[in-house]
């Protein structure tokens, strides 16, 4: 059960790595954009932090993905996830760069006969999106439940990797549905903390600690 951050804001993704309970990182195009770095110094960046499951998206053409996959591979080692696309050219790189030992994501996956042929290009994630299926009117949790079903029937061991979270409560539910691993912005990160009851609690305590005497 392992937590990922989504975000490529490297100052932020510092602060939640060390409460210990972040296992990894996913970065997009869209989320390079916004932290105005180059990829490749966001990279560095976050292996120098520590992080060991680092996703890196490539993009192009079969050959250029691969290419430029294992150029990532090289450069950044053991945390290097490469992620990409659910298309014909993206399983092709992703059956290649899988023989040469790199881990894979395959993004962009929408429904359990796309997660077969991920899994059988050798994918070690792959990410159905559950906000945009939920977007579209589709059980974006039922998704995640089948394609781990799935795997688990066929002793598949590609793992799911569910993305495009918008509430604790989808990532939640993500997990209770077999996903063994759940990315999502830090928003989402820091709200899996609270909890009224909980803030009611430690208003009582520290209430009646106060009564005897005691304080924090």
């Known amino acids: 059960?392992?937590?990922?951050?989504?975000?490529?804001?490297?100052?932020?993704?510092?602060?939640?790595?060390?409460?210990?309970?972040?296992?990894?990182?996913?970065?997009?195009?869209?989320?390079?954009?916004?932290?105005?770095k180059n990829p490749d110094d966001v990279y560095q960046e976050l292996?120098?932090?520590?992080?060991?499951?680092?996703?890196?998206?490539?993009?192009?053409?079969?050959?250029?993905?691969?290419?430029?996959?294992?150029?990532?591979?090289?450069?950044?080692?053991?945390?290097?996830?490469?992620?990409v696309p659910m298309t014909r050219d993206g399983l092709k790189a992703c059956s290649i760069l899988a023989d040469k030992g790199v881990r894979v994501n395959v993004t962009l996956i929408f429904c359990a006969a796309q997660?077969?042929?991920?899994?059988?290009?050798?994918?070690?994630?792959?990410?159905?999106?559950?906000?945009?299926?939920?977007d579209q009117s589709v059980a974006g949790l039922e998704v995640v439940r089948s394609i781990s079903e799935l795997y688990r029937i066929q002793g598949a061991p590609t793992q799911v990797?569910?993305?495009?979270?918008?509430?604790?409560?989808?990532?939640?539910r993500s997990w209770y549905n077999g996903a063994s691993v759940v990315t999502m912005p830090p928003n989402i990160f820091d709200q899996m903390y609270d909890h009224i009851l909980t803030d009611k609690g430690l208003e009582i305590f520290d209430r009646d600690w106060a009564s005897v005497g005691l304080t924090k």
């Open 161 to 172: 990797l569910s993305a495009s979270i918008r509430s604790v409560q989808r990532a939640v």
């Open 115 to 134: 997660a077969i042929l991920a899994a059988k290009a050798g994918a070690y994630y792959v990410s159905p999106f559950v906000g945009r299926l939920d």
């Open 1 to 36: 059960m392992k937590i990922f951050l989504d975000t490529a804001d490297t100052e932020v993704i510092k602060k939640y790595y060390e409460t210990g309970l972040i296992d990894g990182v996913t970065t997009n195009p869209t989320l390079m954009m916004k932290s105005g």
């Open 47 to 83: 292996k120098d932090i520590g992080l060991r499951d680092i996703s890196m998206e490539v993009v192009g053409d079969a050959d250029e993905m691969i290419e430029e996959g294992i150029r990532l591979f090289n450069e950044f080692g053991f945390c290097t996830t490469i992620k």
